[in-house]
Nanobody, 124 residues
Framework: QVQLVESGGGLGQAGGSLRLSCAAS????????MGWFRQAPGQDRDFVAA????????DIADSVKGRFTISRDNAKDAVYLQMNGLKPEDTAVYYC?????????????????WGQGTQVTVSS
């Protein structure tokens, strides 16, 4: 089993920045792809960003490209989402996810492990 715990959410202002962190524990290894997803009220959960096992490749959703960056620190079993240029439409619960995927490319689907989520609210 893999446990994921998100932190760093809260209230941000339009144009401002927030940094989300996700700490992994349990049977996690560097051979996992890690991702961030978000779900706004009344909407489906959407892909935001993902990073491959060694951090050499990332995939960013068009809606946040150029504003959000994903990174990871395998020594700390952690993944981060740096969110700059926040917009009110970024308001959502953000989830960290993990999937065993030991390859160069970065998957957007079929993540097996999920955190509980952290609320991000952006005021205008």
């Amino acid at each position: 089993q893999v446990q994921l715990v998100e932190s760093g959410g809260g209230l941000g202002q339009a144009g401002g920045s927030l940094r989300l962190s996700c700490a992994a524990s349990g049977r996690i290894s560097p051979k996992y792809s890690m991702g961030w997803f978000r779900q706004a009220p009344g909407q489906d959960r959407d892909f935001v960003a993902a990073i491959n096992w060694n951090g050499g490749r990332t995939d960013i959703a068009d809606s946040v490209k150029g504003r959000f960056t994903i990174s990871r620190d395998n020594a700390k079993d952690a993944v981060y989402l740096q969110m700059n240029g926040l917009k009110p439409e970024d308001t959502a619960v953000y989830y960290c996810a993990a999937r065993y995927y030991y390859a160069i490319d970065v998957p957007r689907t079929d993540y097996r492990y999920w955190g509980q989520g952290t609320q991000v609210t952006v005021s205008s």
